[in-house]
Each structure stands twice: as C-alpha cells, then as structure tokens.
C-alpha cells in the first residue's frame, strides 16, 4: 500500500515561500556504450586526467525518450509551482525532450531504483540555495517516477525538508543555507559557517552557494562583511566568496571522513537575461525561447565564480567532485520558467522536469562509477 505521511500543506507553503520570496530573492536567484577513465572534475586528492570521457564537456541533444517523468504526476513538483512550466501555461514542449551527450562517451539514462538501491541505508543532503533546492526537487520526482507505488514520507523541520523511502531506508534532504557562512546582524562572517553541524555523519553531501553573493540594493542581505574581529563594510564580492567557500573547504578536510561520506560542489549554473551573451543581441533575455544554443561552445564569458570555485576545490585536501554545470546549464537558455512563473520573469531557475534532472543523472553516474 503506498503510504505517504506528510504535513503536505505547511511544507508546500514553505517551500513556495522559500522560491518566490521577493525579500532575500532577486530575479537572478529567485528565478544556468560506457567508457572508463572519465574526468569527474574530482578536486582536492585528484588523479591525474587519463584519456577517458569529461561529462561536463558535450552538448544538448533531442531525444523523444525525454523528460523522465512527468511533473504533473509528481506530487513534489507542486511544492514549487513557479518550476511547473507546462501548469503554469508554457505552450511550447521542445525543452522537456532534450538529453546531456558528452563529447567523447555515453551516460546511462537515469536508473531511480537503482539509485535507491546503491543508497540503501543512507543520506543524502543538498546545501545551498533555491538552486539547491531545484536540484533537490528534481531528484524527488526522479526517484518517485521510477518507483511509484513505494511509500515514502516527506516533513520539514525549521530549514530542514527530508524525503524518506522506508523500504529502502534512503533519506534525501535540501538544508537551505544559501551563503554557506553565517549572516547575523546583516554581517556575514566569512570565517563562520552556519548549520556546519547538520552536515555531520551525512553519506553524500552536495553543496551549493553563489546567487546570493550577487545580491544587490534593496535585494541585498548584508552591510558588512566580518573575519575574526575584523570588519569590513566594502570588500570585492569574489574576494568574500573566496575566503567563504575556503571556509567551507577547511571544514570538510578536517571533518570529513572520505572513506564514509562523498562531498559534491554544485557548480555554477548559469542564467539568461541577456542575448548578447549568446550573440542574440536583439533578444532581451530567456522569455520566447525554445531551444538550446547548438554545439559545444557558449560564446559568452564564463560566470566569474566559475574560477574562484575551482581555485578553491583544487586546493583541498580531501575530495570534493565539482558538478560543472556551468557550460551545460550555459547552454540551455530554453530551460527557464520564463514568463511562465509566479514570480514574474525567471531566467535563474529551471523547469521541472528539465535542466536540473541532467544534474542528477551526472551525480548518479560518477556515484556507480567512482
């Protein structure tokens, strides 16, 4: 019997509040046969790059077989209905059948049960912001369409949401925590984490933190900025990341125990307001469009936190795997709710089903794989 136990209501109201709020989420963030040997983008204890396949490297491909599951049968997709672009009136059906193709090598398509199975017994956590929480939901859906009929239970406590498969003993979370560093009386702490204990003895950690650090006036959280007893009211934005995510690094080289416990940095995903980024300079930015920029390559600039984020990975101790989803997600200017959202334009998040279920199929793959 498929039994589900939830305070459905409060926990959807808290997460569509979470998504849309308008006061700590501006447009750019309330809204970017097998091989061996491939480049996971595996920093810290590194192995050096074989010949193998990089999964980060590719294009989008139409596949008919596409989308995994269908969001209207989710009961999941609701808890974000600006991420519901087919209820929400998107006309268009193109975005929903495209499919990740490394360049030098195939990926499975996603198998959920199997995913449930390798995880039996464990955790699984995503940290970070609503770009958190798009993968999280993403990954909901993925695993309640490969098994339909099996119980599960989903809560939330404070800024903790869990979905749990009994039968499977599997747990997946989403703990908002969009900066990674504490934020206490407008002044992040640079050198503090915040909620670092809720991290503690999970099996598979992934990360995420760089929309917020864009905010800007009236959509800006902080005054200052704090390292030790020192404070500073002006410092280059990068720079803070920089000290931050180096914060979180040393945290995980000395808490982590890699033998117990896979840490993943979600990299940067990319947004679309502008057309000249992908030379459409007469297009404003990702409203009316319906399919990716074709190929291989993104003319536009990486995103400036794309470099500080591996700076920072490279340098640790113990691994971290970087999801880098920043040219796939580059590529996908079609992938946003658009217009079609309750929070107005959104070229920050992503559809569901859409961009986000290829995260996971590529955090899956290097799960079975490594």
């Known amino acids: 019997m498929n039994v589900r136990i939830f305070s459905l209501g409060q926990l959807l109201a808290g997460l569509i509040m979470f998504l849309s709020s308008s006061a700590s989420s501006p447009p750019h963030d309330r809204l970017k046969p097998q091989s061996t040997g ?11 790059p074989t010949n193998g396949c990089d999964l980060f490297e590719g294009s989008w491909v139409f596949d008919s077989s596409y989308p995994l599951y269908d969001a209207s049968q989710c009961p999941f997709a609701a808890a974000a209905s600006a991420l519901n ?6 006309p268009d059906h193109a975005y929903l059948h495209y499919r990740w193709q490394p360049t030098a090598c195939q990926i499975s398509r996603f198998d959920g049960r199997g995913f449930l199975e390798r995880m039996r017994g464990k955790r699984v956590m995503f940290v ?6 798009n993968q999280w939901q993403s990954l ?51 050198d503090t984490l915040s909620s670092s204990g809720m991290w503690m003895g999970v099996d598979v950690l992934i990360f995420n933190t760089y929309h917020w650090w864009l905010h800007t006036e009236r959509f800006r959280t902080w005054d200052s900025y704090q390292i030790g007893n020192q404070i500073f009211k002006d410092m280059d934005v990068m720079e803070a990341y920089r000290i931050a995510l180096t914060t979180w690094a040393n945290w995980v080289d000395s808490n982590v125990d890699s033998t117990k416990t896979r840490v993943f940095f979600q990299g940067i995903s990319a947004s679309h307001y502008h057309g000249t980024e992908w030379n459409e300079p007469n297009v404003q930015n990702c409203s009316g469009q319906t399919g990716p920029v074709e190929g291989s390559t993104y003319p536009g600039n990486k995103p400036p936190g794309d470099a ?36 107005g334009l959104d070229c920050s998040h992503w559809c569901l089903a859409g ?4 995260w996971n199929q590529l955090l899956y793959t290097i799960l079975v794989e490594s």
């Open 85 to 90: 672009c087919q209820k929400n009136g998107r």
């Open 128 to 133: 970070g912001d609503s770009l958190s929480a």
């Open 38 to 48: 491939r480049n996971f983008h595996d920093h810290g204890q590194q192995e050096s």
């Open 140 to 190: 909901a859906c993925m695993l309640h369409a490969a098994v339909p009929n099996a119980p599960y239970a989903l809560g939330s406590r404070g800024p903790l949401t869990t979905l749990s498969f009994p039968e499977f003993g599997v747990s997946v979370m989403f703990l908002k925590n969009g900066f990674l560093v504490s934020l206490i009386d407008r002044t992040l702490k640079l």
């Open 308 to 343: 500080v984020v591996k700076g920072v990975l490279s340098s640790m101790k113990k691994p971290a795997v970087l999801l880098d989803i920043a040219l796939l997600t580059q590529l996908r200017k079609d992938g946003h709710p658009s217009t079609y959202a309750d929070v």
């Open 355 to 358: 961009v986000p279920d290829t």
